[in-house]
């Protein structure tokens, strides 16, 4: 059984996961496939008198389910175990788990499957001891679509995994709107408050039976938030309060231009009721969720109020992760594009270089390519791969290039020796680890043909395209990649590239893949060139891209692209 430190719960880790279950406010534990608990919180740890480490690692049932006298459970009688195997929510409202003094805990429960990074499979136990009443009188039912106290904490506890799992804005408001429609309302409206403290309506949904529909002519732009409105959209938008609201709310004169909107807002949808809670996160007011009612007849009540406000301070976290990652990413994203340099124009020759961030990662890293001129008259071409994708990498990357051009421009020797001086330089005065890298030069030779020379320092090998399709991998002249200081000497490889050929160098991030091999991946490469050999130099590499890297690449790609005209 996988240790508890290496599981994940919706992509998260073990300390992630239980921070999650932290916020739900009644016992919380997770199962992994076996029905071994794999994350727990403190209210259960509190509940069943026992710590965490008597619960991790542990059969959930074989320690806890009893029956009403404390009597082992055959797995044959206990509900709980039926429903996880058979991998649905379920739901008990008395049931019988044993504390760690041996007495009988009455609990009420519900179980509902989570997905687990790396397809594993995943369950949520959400679990009440109920309190005897003090008294016999009758307690208030919650307004509207009634939910349990179980059903709430459930809630709570999706919409915190749910949220917390992506750092994509809109499809953490996606997931929100799932989560409470039809659920708690019929209807759904999220207004955000952009980095220039403007007010874009962003969502507005409404539920059609088991379909969500996006009602765009309700959404965009809203007037600004006014300083001193009393008014319920107003007060959540400045982060006051929470607020109930409904048509009459907004049938006198208005007092601002978004009170106008939200007269519109209860027109046009037929709203009767609506709940309207701020969007915050640690830092700022992002927002405002307002909740409405049209097909449920029960107006909302006070007492609705704080399982929305919690479930609009989750949203209010998740938005707020995704708005930094973003940033974050734009920022990695303009500082790789400045680290790698415009091609220099060629006569005879054409250029057509991209870069891919990795879809996963800090969208920064160690893949580069180059192309400059030099001053016997050839063109120097390199492309690369520093280990890492962070900054660091980006950093090396930057480093390794640079010295490159440098000994390139002023050492006139081959393409092996200018790469044995770079090995040996940046093992002494750069941090760069590991590095793979080809590098070669190339001129006009004869009757239209072009001659490169390179040497390749572990990557993978250049693929020549002639313009009828045929195509080869130029796996001559391959050494040991950078850093491993071995000394060896280098070798040299030459090659004529016939008119209209077409030349491209890459990273391994265009065929390699987790779930395939690197001949599959060679194979597809080689596949699709062939097939796009007729076409333009740019569209031939912009294709190329979006046919052959891999749907499941965690890794930034380079590739340089150079086509030999037709005589």
């Not at 009767?272 to 405002?288: D, E, F």
């Not at 973003?326 to 500082?335: D, I, L, N, W, Y």
């Not at 390794?400 to 020797?413: F, G, I, K, T």
């Amino acid at each position: 059984m996988t240790g508890p430190e290496h599981t994940e719960v919706h992509g998260l880790s073990v300390p992630a996961a239980s921070a999650a279950l932290e916020a739900i406010g009644a016992g919380a534990y997770v199962v992994d496939e076996q029905g071994c608990i794999t994350a727990v919180n403190a209210r259960a740890e509190e509940l069943l008198g026992r710590p965490a480490a008597e619960l991790l690692g542990h059969d959930a049932h074989d320690l806890l389910h009893r029956g009403p006298q404390g009597q082992q459970l055959p797995r044959t009688q206990c509900a709980m175990r039926q429903a996880f195997h058979a991998g649905h929510t379920a739901q008990a409202d008395e049931d019988y788990f044993v504390h760690a003094d041996g007495s009988v805990l009455p609990v009420s429960w519900l179980i509902t499957p989570y997905g687990v990074g790396d397809h594993r499979a995943a369950t949520l136990v959400v679990f009440h001891v109920p309190e005897q009443p003090r008294d016999t009188g009758p307690r208030p039912e919650p307004a509207g679509r009634s939910l349990s106290e179980l059903q709430r904490l459930a809630l709570l506890a999706e919409t915190t995994t749910q949220l917390t799992s992506t750092l994509d804005a809109d499809e953490a408001l996606r997931r929100l709107v799932a989560l409470v429609v039809p659920r708690l309302a019929d209807w759904a409206v999220v207004d955000l408050i952009t980095e220039r403290d403007e007010v874009w309506r962003a969502v507005v949904i409404h539920a059609e039976g088991d379909t969500l529909v996006q009602r765009e002519d309700l959404q965009g732009p809203m007037p600004p938030i006014p300083e001193e409105s009393p008014m319920p959209l107003s007060r959540a938008l400045r982060g006051v309060s929470s607020t109930l609201a409904g048509p009459r709310t907004y049938q006198g004169t208005p007092d601002s231009g978004i009170a106008v909107e939200q007269a519109r807002l209860f027109s046009a949808t037929g709203m009767h009721s609506a709940a309207i809670a701020p969007i915050r996160s640690t830092r700022a007011v992002l927002g405002a969720l307002t909740l409405g009612r049209t097909e449920t007849p029960v107006a909302f009540a006070p007492m609705d109020l704080p399982l929305i406000e919690d479930i609009a301070r989750r949203a209010g976290l998740a938005l707020d992760n995704a708005r930094l990652y973003q940033r974050q990413r734009k920022v990695a994203e303009t500082m790789q594009n400045h680290l790698l340099p415009q091609m220099p124009g060629v006569a005879g020759l054409e250029m057509a270089v991209r870069y891919l961030p990795a879809p996963d990662a800090s969208h920064v890293g160690g893949d580069w390519y180059d192309a400059f001129p030099l001053p016997d008259a050839s063109t120097a071409l390199a492309i690369g791969d520093v280990v890492g994708h962070d900054l660091e990498a980006a950093a090396g990357m930057a480093q390794v290039r640079n010295m490159l051009r440098a000994y390139a421009w002023s050492q006139h020797e081959p393409p092996s020796r200018i790469v044995e001086r770079l090995d040996e330089a940046i093992q002494h005065i750069t941090d760069v680890a590991m590095a793979t890298m080809i590098f070669g030069r190339i001129e006009a030779a004869h009757d239209g043909h072009w001659r490169l020379s390179w040497t390749n320092a572990g990557h993978p090998p250049p693929l020549l395209i002639s313009r009828d399709g045929l195509t080869s991998y130029l796996t001559d002249g391959h050494g040991i990649l950078l850093g491993t200081q071995a000394g060896l000497r280098r070798p040299d490889a030459t090659a004529l590239l016939p008119p209209g050929s077409t030349l491209v160098l890459y990273t391994d991030g265009l065929i390699e893949a987790p779930v395939q091999s690197l001949d599959t991946g060679l194979n597809r490469l080689r596949r699709h060139a062939a097939a796009l050999a007729h076409r333009p130099l740019v569209p031939f590499t912009d294709q190329l891209l979006h046919r052959v890297r891999p749907a499941g690449n965690d890794d930034d790609v380079a590739l340089l692209a150079l086509r030999v005209p037709q005589n």
